[in-house]
């Protein structure tokens, strides 16, 4: 019998289907086709491998061999295959026994010499072939993200004839040996660094306890950057899930791993020249973008204004459902993005509108046309509209004040407060859905008529009220309150009075 069989993934978004490389060798001209739906890097993959072969030492066979990835369905693309496919014709042709490619899976690129190269998209595939209680060999370039997921065997080799040795059971293949201990240590910047702008220091609090999107508004030179680059110092750590999952879209992007830091929250700063593409993903191949990169973690989007207004309006879709679906003619690929928004934007064009200096000349008009390149749907999807004003040089240069805590001061509230979202509702204040506000939201008569009031005053949306009874749930969980107060929700209320500018 000349067939044989190997197991493989291909790589669809984060997802990993299971692909079956089957190879048989039959008489007639000797030549090698690949079917089952093989874009060029796949179909290029004949050459590769059979010199691959030649050079390890093997003998190509001198038959017509046909090579198909099923299902023939599924789109198949880049050198992932290589080592499936190299084995499964090895195999067809005796040199190594087939029954020993049963119960493994195997990722790799072939050089021409045999050496394995490594593949984006390995951490989505062992987590797919956790269920299915496979073996899988993978190129040890791959080790630190193999490393990651204890309870599925993974076996690292360096060259083709690595695999073959393995398969004979001549010389087993090692497991990946990477330390994958996260380091907590990192040159995370430190909320002790700025100085005053003691509202938009409680903002953040506020933020990082609930998960809820930020806006900073202020002139240049006020702290705004340096604030979200903060944020993800006093957020809480990423649970073990969480943290593989941010690691699954890296992989899926081909951002290099580092083992040592695979536990911090991601922190991405996309320019505002950033298109839609680089933003939410896309690409005739679909690839995550800055909002899947920055899953579990923090989006910072400096300038708001200055992006492209139909690349902002991207953003209110995965801002509510937590995920991207990007279609394309071909296929299509859906990517998670539960990030957090932080933004910051100069109050008008020039920026100093509001200065005490009097530097600013704009005219209404142009202020107006500034505000309104973002949209009130956009903005109705923020929870906290903070203003951050331009500090004294005295202040500054003082001695740091006992109110100016550092991150892990913060940090210690953020985590309590957390917990006690997590255990009441199991997902943080931001992500309450409206029966869940009605159940842990619920406000006394004076609280009532207190939101009542703002919402006629600020003209709220029915999402904008919803969002203001989460961020008070927030701020009544960090002061340890059972229910919601009123000083709890006029807090809440004051952060949306940029709907009051807006409006005006």
């Known amino acids: 019998m000349s067939l044989a069989v ?20 039959s008489g007639g001209l000797p030549g090698t086709s690949i079917v089952g739906l093989p874009e060029a890097a796949v179909r290029e993959a004949r050459d590769r491998v059979r010199v691959a072969i030649q050079n390890t030492q093997f003998e190509y066979p001198n038959r017509r061999v046909t090579v198909n990835l099923a299902p023939a369905e599924l789109p198949k ?47 989505p595939a062992l987590l797919r072939a956790r269920h299915g209680k496979r073996c899988v ?10 490393a ?23 010389d087993p293949l090692p497991a990946p040996a990477v330390d994958a201990t996260p380091n907590t240590d990192g040159a995370i910047p430190d909320l002790a660094d700025v100085r005053g702008q003691a509202h938009a220091r409680r903002a953040l609090e506020i933020a990082a306890a609930g998960g809820h999107h930020l806006l900073l508004t202020g002139p240049p030179g006020t702290g705004k950057s340096m604030l979200a680059q903060r944020l993800p110092g006093i957020l809480p750590p990423l649970t073990e899930a969480e943290a593989i999952e941010a690691c699954a879209v890296r992989s899926v992007s081909g951002t290099p791993f580092n083992a040592s830091d695979w536990r911090r929250r991601p922190y991405r700063a996309p320019h505002h020249t950033a298109s839609g593409v680089a933003l939410v993903g896309g690409g005739s191949h679909p690839r995550p973008g800055e909002i899947s990169l920055a899953h579990h973690g ?18 209110r879709e995965p801002l509510e459902s937590g995920h991207i679906v990007i279609s394309r003619a071909a296929r299509s690929a859906e990517f998670p993005a539960r990030f957090q928004l932080v933004a910051a934007m100069n109050p008008c064009p020039c920026g100093y509108a509001g200065d005490p200096g009097g530097r600013c000349h704009c005219t209404p008009d142009a202020i107006a046309r500034y505000r309104g390149r973002i949209s009130g749907p956009l903005l109705d999807r923020i929870d906290l509209m903070v203003e951050v004003p331009r500090i004294p040089l005295a202040e500054l240069d003082a001695v740091r004040k006992p109110d100016e805590e550092d991150s892990a001061t913060v940090r210690a509230r953020v985590i309590t407060a957390r917990h006690v979202a997590m ?8 992500s309450l859905t409206t029966r869940e506000i009605g159940r842990d939201c619920a406000l006394g008569e004076a609280e009532r008529t207190l939101l009542q009031g703002a919402l006629d005053k600020l003209g709220l949306s029915a999402r904008a009220y919803h969002r ?32 009051a500018v807006n409006e005006s």
Do not use: W
């Open 77 to 123: 693309d880049g050198g992932r295959f290589d080592l499936a496919i190299a084995l499964g014709i090895l195999a067809a042709g005796g040199q190594v026994p087939r029954e020993a490619l049963q119960g493994c899976e195997f990722l790799g690129e072939l050089a021409l010499s045999g050496e394995l190269r490594p593949v984006p998209g390995v951490l």
């Open 298 to 315: 923090v989006l910072f989007l400096d300038e708001l204004p200055e992006f492209d207004r139909r690349v902002l309006e991207v953003l």
């Open 468 to 499: 203001v009874l989460r961020v008070a749930r927030t701020i009544a969980d960090l002061a340890h309150a059972e229910r919601i107060g009123r000083d709890h929700l006029a807090e809440a209320i004051q952060y949306r009075r940029m709907d």
């Open 423 to 430: 255990q009441r509702a199991g997902k943080p204040n931001a």
């Open 137 to 146: 060999i993978v190129p040890i370039e791959n080790a630190a993200e193999a």
């Open 148 to 170: 990651l997921l204890g309870d599925v065997e993974v076996r690292v080799a360096r060259t083709l004839a690595e695999v073959c040795a393995h398969l004979r059971g001549m």
């Open 6 to 25: 190997a197991l493989t993934r291909a790589s669809e978004g984060v997802a990993a289907p299971l692909v079956t490389v089957e190879v048989h060798l």
